[in-house]
């Protein structure tokens, strides 16, 4: 039976969703996208994988890659008045795998902040940190409502 009256049409993603690909084939258009996370969903994601996280993401080469991307910022702390204290925010800080590469390359002290949604990943930054010997400031929150006046 056809239908009297045409199939709505849709946006290609809805609103609130990451684009991811997309593709024409043909007369079609393919579009996948997901949805952002609610701040409690990714807590729960990444308190799931944080016994493992360290691992992981060492295997897949990050901490090189870490180490790379801290040399080639370092220039940009030099030009920081040595006057004022250095404060660093690692937003995300998940295991510690950043700070801790920048711990061991920063040519002068610096105070660390590390923010993750995450209490679990926190417990895995603050061991990694201890073991490195780096003192750090955590803290459990959204990074995209952080506890600090701008500046």
């Known amino acids: 039976m056809p239908h009297s009256s045409p199939l709505p049409m849709t946006t290609p993603l809805q609103a609130g969703v990451i684009p991811v690909w997309t593709r024409s084939i043909g007369s079609w258009n ?3 996208g997901r949805r952002p996370f609610a701040a409690h969903e990714l807590e729960g ?3 799931k994988a944080s016994d493992r996280w360290h691992t992981t993401i060492s295997k897949l080469g990050f901490d090189a890659a870490y180490a ?3 040399e080639h910022a370092l220039p940009a702390v030099a030009n920081i008045e040595q006057t004022a204290p250095l404060n660093v925010l ?3 800080i998940g295991t510690g795998a950043f700070a801790a590469a920048f ?3 920063c040519p002068r002290p610096f105070d660390l902040t590390g923010v993750d949604v995450s209490s679990d990943m926190l417990r895995q930054a603050e061991k990694h940190l201890h ?3 780096v003192a ?5 929150g959204d990074i995209t409502r952080l506890p600090f006046a701008d500046g």
């Open 30 to 32: 393919v579009s996948i």
């Open 45 to 47: 994601h990444y308190d």
């Open 68 to 70: 790379g991307l801290v």
């Open 90 to 92: 690692d937003a995300g």
């Open 103 to 105: 711990a061991s390359r």
């Open 131 to 133: 073991d490195c010997n």
């Open 136 to 140: 750090a400031r955590l803290l459990q």
